[in-house]
């Protein structure tokens, strides 16, 4: 459940910094946003509150600021295999800087977070350029991460990991209602990748279940690539549509696609309604199984569901609403913001261990459905 809940974690902090995103030519306005973030699926619930604010100098240079906090419970099919509900808390912490410089902005970042057995560090910087009376944007960055891995309960355990990430974007104004992005990213991940806790299956006839389990083992280094396409189209009547493409490939053989449409409809002068779908596929890992023929069958083992053959799919709906001037005057714009995903998941070999009645491999293939829930006020100054 370890790679999901991150995964959520990302998409409410993503989320909360899309109205942010713009081009190169001007720094963003000063603005704050606090936001209440919460999933629940597959036997864990994460939640917890975020503050972002930023504030502008002398039209040249912007300072950021964030928490964020993760409240942990979790008694999902992983942990409940092979160990108890357990909770836990994770405090991250951000601060950002951006100059502009004519139409060149160039920013830095730092992000720290911290959790009882996991702690993380990542630096990264950047660098836009727009061109061609602003009709053209290229925007290129670059981030190091370090993290530090432990282990609840075992204090001589300590294992390090290192993430380095590139990325390159064109962007470009293709008529007064169309705007298209192509990227691409490159990361190398080396050091201890897995889950300390977490047990790959095999097959033992000497014990009543028919299976036993030992701890996973990955390899120590993991190259990914991925493409991206994207497509705004705006529409004459105060709307927009939106389309997403992303494709991932690794080194440790999985390839993925993404592919995301949203539809954004100005409701009156103070509304602001979107909806969109999304659907994922991926295939697995080389040295994945549900269930190896017997203990160390080979040098690679992996059980987490993250890495196995799975699909998922995603609706979400949400609402922007504008508050009159006069409720909060202190503030130049306020809005509140409420959106609503729903996922669903479903694994292709990845079987439900608590299905005790069937025989050994033969278990129901395992899915979940998840909601995730952000509430969140901007207030600009």
């Not at 459940?1 to 409410?12: E, F, W």
């Amino acid at each position: 459940m370890v790679v999901i809940n991150r995964l959520m974690r990302g998409i409410a902090a993503l989320l909360l910094l899309l109205p942010l995103l713009t081009t190169a030519e001007v720094l963003q306005p000063d603005r704050l946003d606090v936001m209440y973030h919460s999933y629940d699926g597959g036997g864990a619930t994460i939640d917890g509150p975020s503050v972002l604010v930023r504030k502008n100098i002398a039209d040249t240079v912007s300072i950021s600021a964030g928490y964020y906090v993760d409240m942990v419970s979790s008694a999902s099919i992983d942990v409940l295999a092979t160990a108890s509900e357990y909770s836990e808390e994770r405090t991250e912490y951000s601060i950002g800087l951006d100059y502009l410089h004519d139409k060149t902005l160039m920013s830095l970042g730092y992000t720290s977070s911290t959790e009882s057995d996991y702690e993380a560090e990542t630096v990264s910087a950047g660098v836009s350029q727009t061109f061609f009376g602003d009709l053209t944007t290229l925007s290129m960055g670059l981030s190091f991460g370090e993290n530090l891995v432990g282990v609840n309960g075992n204090e001589d355990f300590s294992a390090s990991a290192k993430n380095y990430r590139y990325r390159l974007s064109l962007s470009q104004v293709l008529t007064k209602s169309l705007i298209a992005v192509v990227s691409a990213e490159s990361i190398i991940d080396e050091g201890f990748l897995n889950n300390p806790y977490r047990q790959a299956r095999y097959k033992d006839s000497s014990v009543p279940r028919g299976y036993s389990y030992q701890s996973e083992v990955y390899p120590l280094t993991r190259n990914s690539d991925a493409f991206s396409v994207r497509g705004i189209y705006y529409l004459p009547w105060r709307a927009s549509v939106r389309a997403d493409a992303r494709y991932h490939d690794d080194s440790w053989g999985i390839s993925a696609t993404n592919i995301e449409l949203r539809y954004l409809h100005t409701v009156g002068q103070d509304w602001l309604v979107e909806a969109k779908y999304r659907a994922y596929s991926q295939s697995q890992a080389d040295f994945y199984s549900d269930l190896f023929p017997f203990r160390d069958a080979q040098n690679f083992l992996a059980r987490d569901k993250e890495l196995s053959e799975f699909s998922s799919n995603s609706f979400g709906l949400g609402v922007t609403y504008t508050l009159p001037e006069r409720w909060l005057s202190i503030f130049e714009k306020s809005t509140v913001n409420l959106y609503w995903d729903n996922f669903q998941f479903d694994y292709d070999d990845f079987r439900n261990v608590l299905d005790s009645e069937a025989a050994v491999g033969e278990e129901s293939l395992y899915g979940f459905d998840a909601n995730v829930i952000r509430l969140y006020f901007s207030f600009w100054y």
